[in-house]
């Protein structure tokens, strides 16, 4: 039994309806190549991962002897120039929604099996455009025209078959394969049982029973009564009689709008203007459906095609004045290399409105200090309003993490081990720019650090801005060492905690012989 989400049910004893399937293979990897504003190309070898093993490769990491289910090590070391990408359901899906639209726009009644995989009833295509083969050349010409390579259809008794005679295709000499009516048992029974993906397939392997055919010669009533309904279900897919019906999905609303500007528009403030109308209706069309968008994906094409997309965060929901600063603030940020000849405006996450409707009385302190902060935002710019977040490092510096407002935080993992870190507790003083040091020894000398690791002398007095302090203890050296393959930004460095007359304690580093502070112990 497929893992589609087949209903485990027994068989109705209704005849097969003729079905037609099209499928994208290694629709992941399609899926990330066309996402994004920097997707990998096509050509090189991919591989999807999840939970470590490979979900999917492309036809290049396949030469190189990856396959799926293989471990990651396993993949990098057949090919070690892998391109590795985790799996991602919600790109795959937002990728291909744009596809069944358009297979909409020329056969009515799609239904989506998974991305990448769809399928209808044949009958009303093929009576359309002239028979079946001419209706799965249509669809299958339909995806070839929006960019993607290998399509395969294939036509059949019931979306089992169906489905397995697209995977049974080939790319250049059978993209599109029928079975005729009534040799659906025939065509399946050389096929193994490993199409069914499905748990018991284990089993049948150890009984000794390799294809479906062999499967559809076993009694019924026995897979009934080891398998119950699931069973039957069973027994019917491998025998070809599969009478599903074909379930057409309800197109969601078109809750995305676009703007398109002739003549192209060069700056930032007439683009901003000119997407004011779009806004207020992507917001309104949101909110007929009892939505608000709480990420919003913003596509700028410019005039000679470059591309720039981002998603961006709000703190409660977007409004159409918030769109408008967010399609400002992105070409502020991302200019293109020409003028701006379209801008998409896309909800990436909704949320039901009544979760952000406003209180009786208010919203009280918080929702005031939202507005503010926004309409701060608005005046100064995306990155005008910050919030502080703690990130992950080694350096003090790259802990202190500014957020501009409403955006996603995502600092390094400070969970981290961070070999070289400083532990608990931490200088509550952190010096923006370090602040340039000396310690010098008894005899007025500059203290350093040998090959060793060792200090050249007791540091005897600190001197900053000018001000001499007599050093009263310290501890160190700690060496950090980072990135000692890259010649570029290698980093070799040594700590020292030092505590002067005065009580003061100080995070001192010593790199290359030069000294500063990066921190204190008020």
Do not use: N
């Not at 994208?24 to 096509?42: F, K, Q």
């Not at 499905?198 to 009694?219: E, K, N, S, Y």
Request: aromatic share 6%; net charge negative; proline share 9%.
């Amino acid at each position: 039994m497929p893992a589609r989400g087949a209903p485990a049910v027994a068989e109705t004893g209704g005849a097969p309806v003729r079905s037609l399937v099209v499928w994208v293979p290694d629709w992941p990897i399609v899926a990330l190549t066309r996402d994004g504003t920097d997707p990998p190309d096509a050509a090189l070898p991919i591989a999807i991962f999840a939970k470590g093993m490979v979900v999917a490769c492309s036809a290049a990491a396949r030469a190189e002897g990856v396959r799926r289910g293989q471990r990651r090590r396993d993949a990098q070391a057949r090919c070690p120039h892998l391109v590795v990408a985790d799996a991602d359901p919600v790109r795959d899906q937002r990728v291909f929604a744009p596809l069944i639209a358009q297979l909409e726009d020329v056969a009515p009644g799609v239904q989506l099996l998974q991305p990448g995989l769809c399928a209808l009833k044949a009958r009303g295509p093929a009576r359309y455009y002239g028979g079946e083969a001419a209706a799965a050349t249509v669809l299958t010409g339909i995806l070839g025209d929006a960019g993607i390579d290998d399509v395969r259809a294939g036509v059949a008794d019931g979306p089992f078959t169906a489905e397995q005679a697209a995977r049974s295709g080939t790319r250049t000499d059978q993209p599109i394969r029928l079975v005729p009516a009534g040799e659906s048992a025939a065509f399946l029974a050389p096929l193994p049982v490993t199409v069914l993906e499905h748990d018991i397939v284990d089993l049948f392997a150890r009984l000794g029973v390799q294809t479906l055919g062999q499967v559809a010669a076993l009694p019924v009533e026995r897979l009934i009564e080891r398998f119950g309904a699931r069973g039957a279900r069973l027994h019917a897919l491998t025998a070809g009689a599969d009478s599903r019906p074909v379930t057409p999905r309800t197109p969601p609303p078109e809750l995305h709008r676009e703007v398109a500007f002739e003549p192209p528009l060069e700056l930032a403030e007439q683009v901003a203007f000119g997407v004011r109308v779009a806004a207020d209706e992507f917001i309104t069309g949101l909110g007929a459906v009892d939505l608000v968008c709480t990420e919003l994906r913003v596509v700028v094409t410019g005039e000679r095609g470059e591309r720039s997309s981002r998603v961006w965060l709000h703190p409660g929901a977007f409004d159409a004045s918030g769109v408008v600063d967010r399609v400002r603030w992105q070409l502020a940020e991302q200019t293109l290399r020409s003028a701006v000849a379209h801008v998409r405006l896309e909800p990436e996450r909704v949320d039901a409105a009544a979760h952000h409707a406003r209180a009786l009385f208010g919203g009280g302190p918080d929702e005031k200090v939202h507005h503010a902060l926004s309409r701060v935002q608005a005046m100064l710019g995306h990155r005008g309003v910050v919030t502080p977040v703690v990130g992950g490092g080694r350096w003090l510096q790259e802990r202190q993490v500014l957020v501009p407002w409403g955006d996603r935080v995502v600092p390094a993992d400070r969970a981290r081990p961070w070999p070289g870190s400083i532990p608990d507790p931490l200088p509550s003083t952190v010096f923006a720019e370090p602040v340039p040091v000396a310690v010098v020894d008894g005899d007025g000398d500059m203290v350093a650090v040998d090959a060793r690791g060792e200090p050249t002398a007791a540091p005897a007095a600190l001197v900053a801005a000018g001000t001499t302090r007599p050093v009263q203890t310290w501890a160190g050296p700690w060496p950090v060492v980072e990135r000692a393959w890259d010649a570029v930004r290698a980093r070799h460095a040594h700590r020292f905690q030092v505590v002067d007359v005065h009580q003061t304690a100080w995070l001192l580093v010593c790199e290359a012989g030069v000294w500063h502070a990066e921190g204190r112990y008020d």
